[in-house]
């Protein structure tokens, strides 16, 4: 049994000292997943750094005891420690391309590991590590075994990561978002892999991830975080039917999905306190709707509930006779403004009709032109007035590309050929005073809230630029008003226009690039995955203010995204690329219950799902 008791983990950072995990508690057995969940920044991924002691070199164990099967790893010289690491704990980390070395053949890698860990050497060795890609489900591991990781695709990298990790034959394995970087068809092979294979090899398995549907379809049991501290442990069933923690519930029902389409969903208020700060009471008060007076003044423990189960909230404490039944078991609310648009309803905005990016493909000194790469290969499509049209597929499909293509973000970088019709005229044609009024007309959000916000200007001026080039006509107190009614509008306060964009979480941020969209009233506004960089409360607050946005003032969307809970929640219409060609486009529900194409089925059968037993 691998033991974590009572640890505390510190970090010494610019803004103080972070108190990165709090009274962390729990056992691993073996031949058991145990999911680690929660948030950004809870601290999951510095328990597993702490749990192999590689902590960054501005953090310390403050606390507390780490015990493998009985012996303190806290007290081993750093000489053994290295045999533990890999030897009897095994990590795997969610970036297969930065986790194997570059310069050295696959093979060699895995040889190493299994001569540093084993009694195996040289031939023996490498028979056992053909034997591990083979049994990893890597092609013709014989030859494969002398490729270098660049030959490999992401996929293919992380099953070598998952041969070396568990060559070494641990008793133990940490893997830390193992599929967050792969697309969802390769996510579900390699979950499947390491199922079969903690199966098989009796591992205890320690799963840290952000994604509560994985979880579902892999742990056994799961523990939550909040702010450095595990605020929930369950079995998974019965976490996932019927979680106790107030946070738990709300993360539960922020997950948009078909069931909640026409509803608000349950976004999460605010955002996780820093760690810096010391706390006095419960550290999810301030979000929490169920709390109570006694909540800001006392700290809540992980109380036990009977059988497996613990929970960090004062309306579990002991001896409370009456638990408060929470508004998790009510249905997600209904929203009771204007009903949504049909299917059918709308004229077409946009028609898309036989779109052509071509990448030129150069070559030697000269750099001359050897080729062309059709990133987008002929696709059509109709984006209706005030409805959403979804664009899906995995990476590299060309989704985005398109999508870009139709800003203009792609003028001079590629050739472009089709057209791209709104209200009639042509987007590529135009040029001038006419393309400035296209452009108004057509808006984008980016993936990333953080790289898309220039950090040197204020939000004012970031807004106000939009403004000025595509509204020139307007005078300055004009502006500000609009501005102001703007910040309004995407739920963010006045003064916020007179701070810079690293003052603000990831949510707020894309709070501001969906107000920069809106300055300037457009008719369509391309949405390139503006979800998929923060955590499932927050996606929550970002698709409401979407929806209600859509429902007020009919802008309609063409949202670009792998995510195909979130496709389910906000799209009237979806189209599936794949290699730069729309292989099924149709009404939501129509593709996504009744796929025709093999690729759209193997798609949307690879997506996790959260798996709710029954009662
Ligand atoms: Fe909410 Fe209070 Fe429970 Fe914290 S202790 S989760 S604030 S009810």
Redesign the pocket.
């Known amino acids: 049994m691998l033991e974590i008791k009572n640890l505390k983990v510190e970090l010494d950072a610019e803004s103080g000292l972070v108190r990165a995990i709090d009274s962390m508690r729990l056992t691993l057995q073996r031949g058991e997943t145990f999911a680690l969940v929660g948030e950004s920044g809870c601290g999951k991924s510095m328990t597993a750094l702490a749990l192999m002691r590689l902590l960054p070199e501005n953090g310390r164990i403050a606390s507390g005891d780490i015990l493998i099967d009985g012996q303190d790893v806290l007290a081993l010289p750093e000489s053994q420690m290295r045999s533990v690491r890999g030897g009897r704990i095994g990590m795997i980390f969610q970036e297969p391309s930065t986790s194997l070395n570059p310069v050295m053949r696959v093979g060699d890698q895995l040889v190493e590991a299994i001569e540093t860990h084993t009694a195996l050497r040289g031939a023996a060795a490498r028979e056992k590590a053909i034997d591990w890609l083979r049994k990893v489900g890597i092609p013709e591991p014989e030859r494969r075994i002398d490729d270098y990781p660049f030959r490999m695709s992401g996929g293919q990298k992380q099953r070598v990561m998952i041969a070396m990790t568990l060559a070494a034959e641990p008793d133990y394995i940490v893997a830390d978002e193992p599929t967050t970087a792969l697309d969802v068809t390769i996510q579900a092979q390699v979950l499947d892999l390491l199922r079969t294979l903690q199966q098989e090899h009796g591992l205890g398995l320690l799963l840290i991830t952000h994604d509560l549907a994985v979880v579902s379809g892999m742990a056994h049991r799961v523990a939550l975080m909040y702010a450095g501290q595990i605020?929930e442990v369950a079995p998974a069933a019965e976490f996932f039917s019927a979680p106790k923690?107030?946070?738990a519930q709300a993360l539960l029902r922020a997950l948009p999905d078909a069931s909640r389409r026409g509803t608000q969903l349950s976004a999460i208020p605010g955002t996780v306190p820093p760690l810096t700060q010391t706390f006095t009471?419960?550290?999810?008060?301030p979000r929490?709707e169920?709390?109570?007076p006694e909540?800001s003044h006392t700290q809540?423990e992980l109380w036990e509930q009977g059988g497996t189960r613990s929970v960090?909230?004062?309306?579990h404490a002991p001896g409370r006779s009456t638990v408060m039944v929470p508004p998790a078991a009510q249905a997600p609310r209904a929203t009771a403004t204007t009903p949504e648009t049909g299917a059918t309803a709308g004229a077409p905005l946009l028609e898309v009709r036989g779109l052509r990016v071509r990448f030129p493909i150069r070559k030697g000194v000269l750099q001359r032109v050897h080729g062309w790469f059709d990133a987008v290969d002929g696709v059509s499509y109709q984006v209706r007035a005030g409805q959403t049209l979804a664009l899906v597929g995995e990476s590299g499909c060309g989704k985005t590309t398109s999508g870009k293509a139709i800003v203009q973000l792609m003028r001079g970088l590629a050739t472009i050929e089709g057209e791209a019709l709104l209200n009639g005229r042509n987007l590529f044609d135009l040029t001038g005073d006419a393309l400035r009024a296209a452009r108004r007309d057509i808006q984008i959000i980016f993936q990333d809230p953080f790289a898309s916000l220039d950090p040197r200007m204020r939000v004012f001026d970031i807004l106000e630029e939009g403004l000025v080039s595509l509204q020139p006509d307007m005078d300055a107190a004009a502006r500000r008003a609009r501005l102001e009614q703007l910040a309004d509008q995407v739920g963010l306060r006045k003064d916020a226009l007179e701070r810079y964009p690293h003052e603000f979480s990831g949510g707020q941020r894309q709070r501001i690039a969906i107000a920069r969209a809106l300055a300037v009233r457009p008719k369509l506004i391309v949405c390139d995955e503006p979800t998929s960089a923060l955590d499932v409360s927050v996606q929550a607050q970002i698709l409401n203010l979407l929806k209600e946005l859509q429902r007020e003032m009919g802008i309609a969307y063409l949202f670009i995204t792998h995510n195909i809970g979130v496709v389910e929640y906000i799209a009237d219409h979806v189209a599936v690329m794949r290699s730069g060609k729309i292989v099924e486009q149709g009404a939501c529900a129509q593709v996504l219950e009744h796929p025709q194409d093999p690729y759209t089925k193997r798609l949307i059968d690879a997506v996790p799902r959260l798996l709710i037993p029954a009662h």
Do not use: K
């Open positions: 605020i923690h107030p946070y009471g419960c550290r999810f008060a929490c169920l709390a109570m909540c809540p960090r909230c004062l309306l």
